[in-house]
């Protein structure tokens, strides 16, 4: 679905701001709680958001800073759960479940593809951080490329994949999908609470375990908070 990674022309700044949101389609009048993969999107949107700034910034150096930017480590490591998670325990149940339903399995087969898109552009990106060569004038083409793509997939899901998960699966059958989100809490639950508001904030933590939001109140969100995400480094710089 998505095209290919463009190029970057020399003074380039990175386009598609702001973020073209999509409206979630009413998840809340759902059988099945989507407030954590709601929630893990409008993080991941939160990133992009970070990401674009750095790499249009022209008074620093972008590849410096995102390249030693603990955010962007972290973003890469939930996006990767956060997909890994839906290729592994929600697609398969849901490919199971919508046998004979041609129109369905595309869509998920669209899903897969546009997941399979995303490491390659990872990967890309780190290797222009990487390249202190030429890997500027790569890197706002890359970084716009995730940008738009991962939006829109994200879009895809809000708009035609959740009402057929909830169509489809029981909260039982669902639950593996939500919990796999959960084995590196102490980093996750911070992450997706990061910039949430207090409404939110509350609306998440409310669809987490107990043990879950105490181990949030009482240590992690103080260490998390501590993390310096996105200035260049998660170590305070010496000059
Ligand atoms: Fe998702």
Redo the contacts with the bound molecule.
């Keep these: 679905m998505w095209g290919p990674v463009p190029s970057a022309p020399d003074g380039w700044t990175i386009g598609g701001w702001p973020l073209r949101r999509k409206k979630k389609a009413g998840t809340e009048s759902f059988q099945i709680d989507f407030t954590v993969?709601n929630a893990?999107?409008d993080a991941l949107r939160r990133d992009l958001e970070h990401i674009a700034t750095i790499t249009a910034r022209l008074s620093d150096d972008p590849c410096r800073v995102l390249g030693t930017a603990a955010g962007w480590e972290m973003f890469k490591a939930h996006l990767r759960i956060?997909h890994l998670a839906?290729d592994r325990l929600l697609w398969p149940v849901m490919r199971r479940a919508l046998a004979g339903r041609p129109d369905d399995l595309a869509l998920l087969e669209e899903l897969e593809a546009e997941h399979a898109a995303v490491d390659p552009l990872l990967y890309a990106i780190d290797a222009a951080l990487a390249d202190r060569e030429g890997g500027l004038g790569r890197l706002a083409g890359l970084t716009d490329a995730l940008f738009t793509g991962l939006s829109e997939h994200?879009g895809h899901?809000e708009s035609e994949v959740l009402a057929l998960i909830d169509a489809t699966l029981t909260q039982e059958e669902y639950a593996p999908f939500d919990e796999a989100h959960r084995r590196s809490a102490a980093r996750f639950v911070p992450w997706l609470l990061d910039g949430a508001g207090k409404e939110a904030s509350a609306r998440i933590l409310a669809a987490l375990p107990e043990p879950v939001r105490q181990a949030y109140a009482q240590e992690w969100r103080e260490a998390y908070a501590r993390l310096d995400r996105w200035s260049g480094g998660s170590v305070r710089r010496l000059e």
């Design positions: 993969m893990t999107h956060h839906e994200l899901e």
